[in-house]
């Protein structure tokens, strides 16, 4: 089982780009997530997707947006990006149910440099 | 909104000693997990414990969700323990996760 898959691993953009990194999950979970994680600190939730045909923002939506393309996939795209969303960007998914989040698994991370 | 707090930030242990995490949060949770990323960026899942003690191999974890805290017991410390540990609360609720800082913790062979 691969779990959670995210590509592109490293990505390098100039200022006003745009792009999309991907996500795919193989657990047959419902909910899926997009984190950032900017160096010395914790993850920041950017937009989640509780069941599929759903999305809502979390904590950090500004500048994103996202597709539930289906129950395994989750994309998170950059319109035109800036230096600031420099990070690394994470996936996740967990087996969701009602208002119960289930436990989160993680892909290993893409990371994305905005010159 | 929700605050969590870890504690401590740093932490340099020799081989062989323990030690405990601990995570405080400001309101009430659906869940809380804690997490170990490695040095090589990895989310490793440890312990999805909303309230209780969880033990596996030489960690163990504690969830007080009355008291609003969380502990993580490493025990006979490793090198390879190396890394920051996680905690992420869940919002009662809803799907919001917000996690800590991080404990950056450093074990010395």
Not at chain 1, 30 to 55: C, F, H, K, V
Not at chain 2, 31 to 51: M, R, T, V
Not at chain 2, 58 to 70: G, P, Q
Request: hydrophobic residues 30%; proline residues 4%.
């Amino acid at each position: 089982n691969a779990g959670v898959t995210q590509t592109p691993k490293f990505q390098v953009l100039k200022t006003g780009q745009s792009m999309t990194l991907q996500c795919a999950q193989d657990m047959n979970h419902n909910s899926m997530y997009w984190y950032r994680q900017d160096p010395g600190m914790g993850l920041r939730l950017i937009y989640y997707s509780a069941s599929e045909g759903t999305t809502d923002k979390g904590e950090v939506p500004n500048g994103y947006n996202v597709s539930r393309l289906n129950k395994r996939e989750f994309s998170l795209r950059l319109e035109s990006a800036a230096p600031s969303q420099t990070s690394v960007y994470f996936c996740a998914s967990s087996d969701g149910r009602g208002v119960d989040t289930g436990e989160l698994f993680f892909g290993e991370g893409s990371r994305l440099t905005v010159l | 909104g929700i605050q969590v707090e870890q504690s401590p930030p740093d932490l340099i242990l020799q081989e062989g000693a323990n030690s405990t995490l601990r995570c405080n949060f400001s309101d009430s949770v659906n869940n809380l997990q804690w997490f170990h990323q490695n040095p090589w960026g990895q989310l490793i899942n440890l312990f999805y414990i909303p309230s209780g003690t969880k033990q596996n191999g030489r960690l163990s974890a504690t969830t007080v969700a009355t008291e609003r805290y969380s502990l993580l017991y490493i025990s006979s410390s490793q090198t390879t323990d190396s890394g920051v540990y996680f905690c992420a609360v869940f919002y009662t609720g809803g799907f919001k996760t917000i996690f800590g800082a991080g404990t950056r913790l450093f074990v010395k062979a």
